[in-house]
């Protein structure tokens, strides 16, 4: 795999507020002592269908974590909650899973993302965990290379992948946490790259998590350029 010295990904950050009924200052929030103390009567929205607090927050990327055990033994695991949250950081949260017992463990983990070419495995590893099948990643037909900069798998079958190393891991005092973690180096396979030495997501086809269906779909066409397509309307207004 080619190494690049850029760092990016695609991904959303999913941030939860909670209220306070005192009022304290946001600093002095516990977030696990306050889980919605006043119960909030929801009005529908004229003319939509309304959904109360089912929520659909998209895209959703299927990211794979993967980590060691205390043996050495890989772990990779499908998550949906989380994303980029930095120019070089990405955060997830974690109920218990053998994941977020290897991250505690070992302060590293790789992040790839799930593809319409591996999307049979990639959902196996997030429906079966490591706790009752400690060898699903080979089951899989997956290999992996030992990271050379933090200590985690790289799983070879997945050609997009961050290494990163752990920054802040807050217990939810369930066995769980949120975790945040900056990205060390990202390599991908020459296959996903255009001629400029660029990520091409047509040509690695990631998925996305569709929460309003429980689906998986794959990231669409080109509609439009990132900090261009809207000065269309600049351009207007100055005439």
Known sequence: MKKLTAIAMTGALLIAACGNKEQKSEANVNVNENPAKEKVEVKAVEGRKNFSDKAVITPLPAIMIATWDENKNPDVMMAAWGGQCGPKHITFELSKHKTTDNIRLKKAFTISFATKDDIVQSDYFGIVSAYDVPDKVKKAGFTTTPSPNVDAPIINEYKL??????????????????????????SADESILDEQGNIDLSKLQPVIFDSAKNEYRVVGEKVGTAWGSGKAIQEREVK
């Open 161 to 186: 992948t961050l290494e990163c190393k752990v920054v802040t891991f807050d217990e939810d005092g369930n066995g769980g946490a949120r975790v945040v973690g900056e990205i060390v180096n990202m």
